[in-house]
């Protein structure tokens, strides 16, 4: 038990995705925190806004710039978002001189979005690879069992005889589909954040356009138009998180049916011991597909409420997609390592001989 | 107050999208069964699998094929579906000599997931207008009132001053890219589902595919492989829906900051009366596209719960997609008009001179 | 394929709840406003608010007042409730001279939710008989099998040797529970609001109170403070269909993996057929309980999305409870009848002989 | 951001609730199992199940039982819960002769449920003395303030003039039944779980009731019939942990609304900087509380998705209470905190003089 499964030290070992984790950790932000900055100074010193002195001056500085943690935490306590005390300790860190360049003519949320923009590369990335391999774990499932016959089953109750290939298929197919979904989303939410105060890029007067393309450039993002209240690409991000999840969930209901004594149409190797039975093997992985599978797709539900940004910006939609995305991308990213380590441990398909 | 305000006499008419309303009625719904058995009766003469005089058989019946609705309502009491009732009663009307060729090698999920996909035809085509004119009715606000200056507001605190083009941007490019969306998945929703009793095209034996492909076309329908137990496009496409809706609940929830007296950025002709206030012009319409976004940010993560089909065929999952899509269609398509008619009745953006 | 499963032609015989479809109809709820403007008109004349001539021509009117739907259904496009039209054609069927008397010091909103409250009346009584028959179900299908042995299952797996009276017992329990749950929560939602334009009884000046105790009694309701943006007895309530839902899933989930051919722990008679199999009798009751239980967990979600209702009233909050709550009784009156008819099919637990 | 903005270095200093971030804690966790399993092995002696100076030994050992965290991780990834692994580590740590009377009759769900009614003693002792203070911030603004007019609204428009007693007084009162709840709640859910491995008790002969009687008495809880499917007290505990949020989301918005400028009826001393714009101070706490709100309701819709537990133990519906629960406490917590701090720091209500 813990605040989080995804981080407890006692259930995270089932739940935890290390690549999910790696990516949201805070240190890590702060250095997406520093990249974003030096992209800003360079792109404003480009574009003629800031002198290429002041830049240097402020990219010198981010480039090993370590703020202490307890004052960013406090920074939060106050302000509810950890980059105002940030960009105060960056000022305070830049010789008076250049410190106008610092966060010149952006706002807290640039560098905020952006970030996760950035922790998204890692975690796409990631789901990516993941996504290949378990798409290759069901191939060769199908490889090694395709032939063998198990009973098709509708409603719960036996129809007509099938071999593994067919239900494999459906396994298969969304994975791959998956993948070309992810393809095309990274497009949308590998994206600069850029907009400045009230999001209309004022604060770079006509230049704010070619200072996104260069941040952009830099940063390896897509260079939009704001997106400070138009989340929709995000919404679509979460919902394709929920159908990764759901992609191992069936697979995971399916084994966990297959697995049944009486039914005896799957055997795994390991699978869970009990306190109290020793002959036990339960299809802990299985079934944590399916857990993973509900848990996303009620954080979805809930991501999706978090699609209205009023006005400017919205602290009450902001904040509920932080409670929500990093989770959800956690979800995934193990339920496609589960898929993979479930399927290796398949040592049977078919009633046994 | 009623079951559902998407139907109910008193609440409807707030609620109430004709276009889902039409395109879900039960009797539309049978007239798409007879679609769909036509068209695979005919795929079946054409690929030699029953004889042409048969289909021919087939298809003259369905012209005008009325099932009594008492018998279809009794079939789904009994069978948790109408098909089996519907298929009997084709049967029945059908020459003894010819009946072997009424839905040959199919199972009620094909029928009930092609009309589904036909009725979808229908949902989308509206969409895609509406998404139209409701980008058309923000451009014209912003034509009007593009220059007027409001406040920038961020975190519900006045921030910088900004001209309503700025917020206007955020209003309109959502539905555009919406737009592009609706285009995209009406090719994966769109669709045929024809897999037979378990799914896997065997009683066609290797004609399968080529009846797919001619009741594709002439159902004006994609024609991939089965797709009975991977839901994902559903799962996209009610991810789509609660986009729409989210963008007219931004839409809506501006306004109705906008309309505050005290505020006083938008005003508004019409608007709804009270029983005891007569001065009062509530902004019913600004307020319904936000439930509308609520609903159906809910309703997705329902949806969602319902991506896990086990095994060849869940009646539980399939169920719960009934109970939630037309639904979310009707949000959908309420929300749009909405917004159009919601603009239509700004007299005012800024502050009043 | 319906907007909504529970008043479709084709599905609705598989999801629609007959005593919430009655309590939520239409007619019935103008009868209702009539009988909250009867026992309003009524109290304020006990009060010495009104004279008690004028009451009396008031609910003269209101002993067969059915105003035209039309003008309610326009009403509501205009207004978003129905209730301002409502009260203008009362007030026009009310001689002149008594007419002030009508809706005296009251607000649409005390009008709707008091009608709500006088809905769930009719539909609490229902599911505590439910409650009681579902229980009563139990107890005979356990007081026939309880002896049978069967598999205790955990975690999908067969452990040890249970009997059915030991899974039984899980089954029961809640039921009972529910029933208690439901007499205490009656309490809470069979409530009056009585609240006026901004919701502090000022409009009745010192008898506000008075006025609410006469009418709760006439009424048959409890007679709280205001509840008009305090709804946690409506959110306690949606959370008790949604326990309701869940204990009949859980009935229904085990049924269906007990009828599975392999597992063979249960025999039902009846079942749905099938359009491609005749040999099939799919456990159709049994899922559709699983269904209703994750429909009404999703729409508690929601629900519970509605319980912001901001300042003194919120057009928003309030339209999501609409959306959601009757489609809850409904499946939570749905799932206690299949309860009871899923077990009274059952033909045997345990192995076959 | 983090996995959980309840436990990042960076975000948790707005969401981070210490008293659940410590009950949840994983060797606090551990310290229950120590004290479920000194119960157990006391309670079976008592009963005459094993020998005295055997269940000596065991407590013994447990008084400072602290197992390899790496070993109890390597448990979970290996069988889904640490318990295997906990009692293996604690057989191995006492005497061979007395090993028997380790873990006797139990399971690992009886040692997880348990351990974790004995951490929702620890939330809900402190829950209880956090909706007092919260009350008493609200009685104490009110008494403060309470005579200051403002204006009444009503669907975001302006109504009648009202008080700030009335609105406070739709701000107080589910506190207080709220603690009401939350005192009733207890008596289930602060409930020993004791089934063994079937749920039965059979482990225990005719002695299980007393066991659990004894272990109840011990351990301070409840000690109903065995709880292992029948979730419903957690599900109701949830729903009381959404409609703490609700309440504080209550206040959140109506704060947020009123510190708008141009409605300026509240002022808020400190408040949120911004990095962009000196003069902002964001109403950080109140935009807290609407987003724990939504959160806590999204959370309950997955909550009530896992109170199907299939047959005697379900791996599925387990864990997925495992993901929600926790951060739902953390919510209310939170929520509660930041309602006192909110209302400490309002400066006034009503427009300024």
Known sequence: MAVSVFEDALLGPLFRDPVTSSAFEASRTVERFNRVETALADACAAEGLVSRESADAVTNV????????????????????????????????????????????????DVMDTALALALVE???????????????????????????????????????????????????????????????????????????????????RRGNGVARRMGKSLGLAAPAPWHTRRDALGEYAAFLSLVTAAGGKIGQDVALMAQQGIDEAALSGGGGSSAMEHKRNPVLAELLVTLARYNAAQLGGFHQALLHEQERSGIAWALEWTTLPPMCAAAGRSLDAVSALLSAIERIGKPA
């Open 62 to 109: 981010l480039r090993a710039f370590a703020p202490d943690p307890a004052t960013l935490a406090s920074g939060t306590a106050r302000d509810g978002i950890p980059v105002p005390a940030y960009v105060a300790a960056l000022k305070a860190a830049v010789p008076e001189a250049h410190r106008s360049a610092v966060h010149f003519g952006a706002t807290s949320q």
């Open 123 to 205: 975690v796409n990335a990631s789901l990516h690879h993941r996504l290949r391999a378990a798409a290759e774990a069901v191939r060769k499932v199908i490889g090694t069992w395709g032939a063998a016959p198990i009973m098709g089953r509708t409603r719960m109750q036996a129809a007509l005889p099938i071999t593994f290939a067919d239900r494999g298929a459906a396994w298969l197919a969304p994975l791959l589909d998956h993948d070309e979904r992810l393809a095309r989303l990274r497009g949308s939410v590998e994206a600069l954040q850029l907009g400045g105060p009230v999001g209309n890029r004022a604060g770079w007067g």
